[in-house]
Nanobody
Framework: QVQLVESGGGSVEAGGSLRLSCAAS????????MGWFRQAPGLNREFVAR????????VYAEHVKGRFTISRDNAKNTVDLQMNSLSPEDTAVYYC??????????????WGQGTQVAVSS
């Protein structure tokens, strides 16, 4: 059974940092692109970042570029999202997902339950 479990969410003031982590099990981790998505209240889920199966390639959404860093450890089956310079607009539930090289959520097969990030001004 495939499981993706996110951790590291919480509340932080604007300008602060958080590091999200996602642990995968039941899946051949290094076969998959790993992505982070987020969904704010009342809005559609949106792409944040993705990393290739080997970890050598990354892509970021424009609104997080330069502030967020995605990384993976294939030995530990984990993918992290370091988030710096957070703003209230980053408040959302953050999801990790395993799929193909895409920014479209329909191209991701497995999803975690999500972790809440709240940024106060």
């Amino acid at each position: 059974q495939v499981q993706l479990v996110e951790s590291g969410g919480g509340s932080v003031e604007a300008g602060g940092s958080l590091r999200l982590s996602c642990a995968a099990s039941g899946v051949t981790f290094n076969w998959y692109t790993m992505g982070w998505f987020r969904q704010a209240p009342g809005l559609n889920r949106e792409f944040v970042a993705r990393v290739s199966p080997t970890g050598t390639s990354t892509v970021y959404a424009e609104h997080v570029k330069g502030r967020f860093t995605i990384s993976r450890d294939n030995a530990k089956n984990t993918v992290d999202l370091q988030m710096n310079s957070l703003s209230p607009e980053d408040t959302a539930v953050y999801y990790c997902a395993a799929g193909t090289w895409s920014m479209n959520d329909e191209d991701y097969t497995y999803w975690g339950q999500g972790t809440q990030v709240a940024v106060s001004s």
